[in-house]
């Protein structure tokens, strides 16, 4: 069941209390200590941090990709503290998007095929794929360019195929890590504005950034240090 605000938004991502501790021989370190996140749909959020500040462990539990020691998360009305590992995968493949810095795309297959990945993982048949795949390379503006290999595209197109292939299933979040990180300054600020018109266009979108510029296209950029949210301020634009 979708959570309402108080002011009737739907809130997307709600973490209490969250923690995320390792143990390194006799210490325990705590990544996390007790985050609480709101985010609602059709935001566009960006978590920033130095280096150790706990803003990729925070991301790993937003996208299920790692689960907390302790604490809660909803995702979508869904409570993803308590899942096992087969549930996860699902989630990941339904609900979030990820854009990653290194674009990890499969270098000796088309954009297109890179594109319908998630959708062969989820068991869609062939017609499927393709269509929906076209339709997220078009929306990137590389409709010209789906038999490309990734070899044969700049880095940009590259990341654009990145972003192609988290639209695909229209999942309910887009989480993008350092999706600049590997881009010169002009190619970067193009895949931003990329995001700037897909949050306009309705996604909700998480940014993970060490760089101001970047997270200032964000609404809102919640800093975290030491594994706590220090603080949160919103963006004037």
Known sequence: MLRHGQDGTIVLIKTRDLWKSYEMGA????????VD?????????????PSG???????????????PSRGYYELNGRLVSEMNDNELARIRNKEIGFVFQTFNLLPRATALHNVELPLIYNGSDSTTRIEKARRALEMVDLGDRMTHRPNELSGGQRQRVAVARALVNNPSLILADEP????????GEEIMGLFGRLHDA????????????????????????????????????
């Open 27 to 34: 210490e325990t370190i705590h990544a996390l200590r007790g």
């Open 180 to 187: 600049t990180g590997n881009l010169d300054t002009k190619t």
């Open 53 to 67: 500040s706990g803003k990729s462990t925070l991301m790993n539990l937003i996208g299920c990709l790692d689960t």
């Open 37 to 49: 996140v709101n985010v609602e749909a059709g935001e566009y959020v960006a978590i920033m941090g």
């Open 202 to 237: 309705g996604n909700t979108i998480i940014i993970v950034t060490h760089e101001l510029d970047v997270a200032s296209y964000a609404d809102r950029i919640l800093h975290i240090r030491d594994g706590a949210i220090e603080k949160e301020e919103q963006v004037r634009h």
